[in-house]
């Protein structure tokens, strides 16, 4: 009787002991699924952003190519108006875009001071009711800034469809 | 002060990197002023009226991530800091002149139009 009562205490510490090592490794299993879901998870937001950054700065280029034509018709209050959301997308694609190389990010910045720059103009000469800085040399300046954040706006679309 | 000795470390490294031909100095809308852009600022410099003198001076600005003037001075400004900091043989009047002068160049493609041609007429002289 008492042979048969140490072989159950035998066989269920065995059974117990398989019992645990099994539930550690489920557990183990567990948390590579849900380190595996986490990042999945980070890569799709990641890649969300990225396709925000891409909108962003295609719509960035709008607003610029609109300011071009705002300029030649000398509709100053507008213009102001749409400078403040060019540098406004800007400034959040520099910010939002963390993977952007030092160069990109300058040339972002370019845009930004250029169309900082022309707004302080132009409410300089609303408020002395002058004419502002000379038009071809603004929508030169600023074409060159459209040609810079298409190249831009070309590798990061490359990296999306990559 | 301690800030116009800052200043003057920035504008000494804007000399060195410029006169090198390693910044990349661009035209702005106002004629006779230039902008560098780093990844989140940019400077300026531009010649403006001196106040105790009948020559320009020059000005270099440093603008924010958002576009406005955070910071400015001139050569006039450092002045003081100069010689106690720098191992320059250039007093900040003619160091800045010289920066200008190489922002200027390099905005408009003078720089490289001169480079190209030196070279062309360097190959002309030595064809082989």
Known sequence: MNLVGNLASVIGVIIASVGFVITIRNVGKSKKAADRAEIAANKTLERVRYVDNVQNLSRAISVIEEILRLNRTGEWKVLLDRHLIFRSILIDVKRSATNLSDDHKAIIQDGITHSGSISHNIEVALDEDSQPASIPRMNKILSKQVEQLRDILAEMRMETDG | ?128
């Open chain 2, 1 to 128: 002060m301690a800030a116009y000795k800052k200043l003057a470390h920035l504008a000494y490294l804007l000399h060195q990197k410029t006169v090198k031909g390693e910044i990349d100095w661009k035209e702005t809308v106002l004629n006779g002023e230039y902008q560098a852009s780093f990844s989140n600022y940019s400077i300026q410099i531009s010649l403006v009226n001196s106040q105790g003198s009948p020559e320009a001076c020059v000005k270099m600005s440093v603008i924010g991530e958002g576009g406005d003037e955070i910071e400015s001075f001139t050569d006039e400004d450092i002045e003081l800091q100069w010689l106690s900091e720098f191992e320059s043989n250039l007093s900040p009047y003619v160091m800045m002149h010289d920066t200008y002068g190489a922002a200027r160049r390099l905005a408009v493609g003078a720089e490289k139009a001169i480079n190209q041609i030196l070279s062309e007429l360097v190959d002309d002289v030595n064809p082989w």
